[in-house]
Structure formats: structure tokens, C-alpha cells
């Protein structure tokens, strides 16, 4: 009797590529070395604010400092990934590590089990550790409920509060935690990045898709790699896959169509701007990312 090979199930590209380590971190030099410091030196705050913008690896980081302190060889800036510590973490079935949705659990009695929680000691790590996804929704008086754990926490515990806004969250919650600011990535270290990635997957690409893609995820590592990946999905034969076709899936004006349509503004060219208009219309392009692209 034959047996049939058991595929394995398509992994989303962001998380296929996911940093794990400190050291795989793109674009962000400054906060390595502070993290490297402090893991090495096993001098981890008990609370940490990671803030920037989105797609810049405040998650991903956060589960990396996880991995850190809980890989059974040893406190380390390089956790093995294979341990059974570390391998509960990646797959989100850790007993010790916790993520909390603040946009879904943003209320008092959330803080609350959370707190009631972070009284225990570690199942099978050595630091509990929880991660607090997009906590500047949480509510004022959730905040308020976090702060006497966020000050006097169990020296076990660990909590790593991230955020795209960071203004929003109480000042006492922010002077209670080490702020650790994640920079928008450049776009040739995104281009770089997707290159490699690229490469890995088999995929020709052209360097200036490459660099329109970079330039169209506005400094977020996460949507480039989700962006580079649907572009690869139009790729016809074993050409390069071309610019045009970043522009075709991001529904944004390619260079061409900007100089066309400035021109025509710098010239008064009433009939050419209107045909321009009409274009952008058929086309059914996102009109803010018209207005972004001039």
C-alpha cells in the first residue's frame, strides 16, 4: 500500500522569516546593543515599553527577549530555537510566556487575571514572561490597576508592554518601564533584507522591484515581506518579476505616471490632467497613496 507524503502546511512569509535572535534584528542598531547588554549581563528590567511604528519587530523582539532569558542551555542574546522552552515560545504554547491583545483585552478584570497571574512562579522556565501586544488601548483604569505590579513585580516576572503610541499610555505607566523606541528600517536595508529572502525562495526579482517594494512599506519590515511575497504571486515564467508590477499590486502611480501628471500641472495642460484623472479612475488606484507618491 503506498503512502501518500504529508505536505507541509504553507507558512506566511513574515513569520517564515521572523528574526530570532538579537542579532537578526534589521535596522535597528541602537536597540541591539542595549539588548545585548542587558541580556548578557542578565540585568533585564522588570518592565520594558517597546514603542515605534508598526512592521518594525517590537513582537517579534519582545519573544526573542522571551527565548533569552528562558533557553535551557543559558541567558543568552543567541537562544538555541531548539530547546523545549524555546520551541513552546515560538509556537505560542509556553505555560511562562503570556501575549495579551490589548486591542481585544483592554479592560480592568483582564489586568486583573493578568496581575493574579504574574503572582505564580514559573512552570518550567525561569522567568515568566508577559507580553502586552498594542497596550496603549488599554483603558485608563486597566493602566491604573498595572501600576503597584509594574513597580514592585516578582523578581520572576518580566513584562513587555509594545505600542505604536506610546503618548496615549498613562506617564505613569511609561516612568514605570525602560523605553526601548524601534527607528522606521531605511529602504536599503529593507531592499537588502527582501533580496536575501528572495534568494532563499527562489524568486528573480529585479533591484529596482526590490527597492519599490521598500519604498511602498514606508520603513515596515513585516509589510515588505508581505508585499514582496504577493508580488511573487504574478510572476509569469523565469523572467525577473518588474517595478510595474509592485505598482500593478500596490495600486500606487509609477514614476512614469507622476512625471506625466506633474508635468502637465507645471504646464497648465488642462486636457493632459484630466486624461491623467480618467486614468487613475479606470485604473481604480488608491488615491491617497496618489496623493503620497507626489
Known amino acids: ?150 513597580e514592585e513585580p516578582n523578581n520572576h516576572t518580566k513584562f513587555l508592554l509594545a505600542t505604536t503610541e506610546p503618548h496615549k499610555m498613562l506617564e505613569t505607566v511609561r516612568s514605570r518601564c525602560l523605553p526601548l523606541r524601534f527607528r522606521r528600517i531605511s529602504q536599503t536595508e529593507v531592499a537588502h533584507r527582501l533580496e536575501d529572502i528572495a534568494k532563499k525562495e527562489g524568486v528573480s526579482i529585479d533591484e529596482n522591484c526590490l527597492e519599490a517594494i521598500a519604498r511602498s512599506s514606508k520603513g515596515g519590515m513585516r509589510d515588505s515581506i508581505q508585499l514582496l511575497f504577493e508580488v511573487s504571486c504574478h510572476k509569469d515564467g523565469d523572467d525577473p518579476l518588474k517595478v510595474n508590477t509592485v505598482y500593478e499590486v500596490t495600486k500606487e502611480l509609477n514614476p512614469t505616471q507622476v512625471e506625466f501628471l506633474l508635468t502637465s500641472v507645471a504646464q497648465g495642460n488642462s486636457y493632459n490632467l484630466v486624461r491623467c484623472c480618467q486614468r487613475i479612475e479606470e485604473s481604480a488606484l488608491d488615491i491617497n497613496k496618489v496623493f503620497d507618491a507626489l
Open 1 to 150: 500500500m503506498t503512502t501518500a507524503k504529508t505536505k507541509q502546511g504553507f507558512q506566511p512569509w513574515h513569520l517564515k522569516y521572523r528574526p530570532q535572535s538579537i542579532n537578526d534584528l534589521t535596522g535597528q542598531d541602537s536597540l541591539q546593543k542595549v539588548l545585548t547588554r542587558l541580556i548578557t549581563e542578565d540585568s533585564v528590567p522588570q518592565a520594558l515599553l517597546l514603542s515605534g511604528p508598526k512592521g518594525t519587530g517590537k513582537t517579534s523582539t519582545a519573544r526573542i527577549i522571551a527565548m533569552s532569558l528562558n533557553c535551557e542551555e543559558e541567558v543568552t542574546t543567541t537562544p538555541c530555537g531548539e530547546c523545549k522552552n524555546c520551541k513552546a515560545i515560538q509556537t505560542g504554547n509556553s505555560l511562562d510566556v503570556v501575549e495579551l491583545d490589548a486591542a481585544s483585552h483592554n479592560g480592568v478584570d483582564d489586568i486583573r487575571k493578568l496581575v493574579a497571574d504574574a503572582g505564580y512562579a514559573p512552570f518550567s522556565a525561569r522567568t515568566r514572561v508577559f507580553i502586552i501586544d498594542e497596550a496603549h488601548q488599554l483603558s485608563n483604569s486597566a493602566q491604573n490597576a498595572f501600576l503597584k505590579t509594574l
